[in-house]
């Protein structure tokens, strides 16, 4: 069974940085890649950044210069270096693992507030 979790949220003032983390256990066969969505109070998720199986990244636009996505190994553990954050960074970041099916973690909140 699969589990994806995320950690590192938290309160941060504008222009601050945090790092995301997350870490998947158990075998995820085949493996396509994994990446971060966000949620903003009554929104739907939207992608963040992505990183193939490969090695390719992909970023919103709205974030590119600002964070990076990375991984340790060649998927269990990846993080999401937030540089710059700004209020609008509010959200509720999701990790996600994709194999046969998409794996998501529950969530780890990060508020930019000062």
């Known amino acids: 069974q699969v589990e994806v979790v995320e950690s590192g949220g938290g309160l941060v003032q504008p222009g601050g940085t945090l790092r995301l983390s997350c870490k998947a256990s158990?075998?995820?066969?085949?493996?396509?890649?994994m990446g971060w969505y966000r949620q903003f109070p009554g929104n739907q998720r939207a992608m963040v950044a992505e990183i193939k199986a490969d090695g390719a990244t992909n970023y919103a636009d709205a974030v590119k210069v600002r964070f990076t996505i990375s991984r340790l190994n060649a998927y269990a553990t990846g993080y999401l270096q937030m540089n710059a954050l700004k209020e609008e960074n509010t959200a509720v970041y999701y990790c996600y693992c994709e194999g046969s099916r998409t794996f998501w973690g529950q969530g780890t909140q990060v508020t930019v507030s000062s």
């Open positions: 158990g075998l995820i066969s085949p493996y396509y890649g």
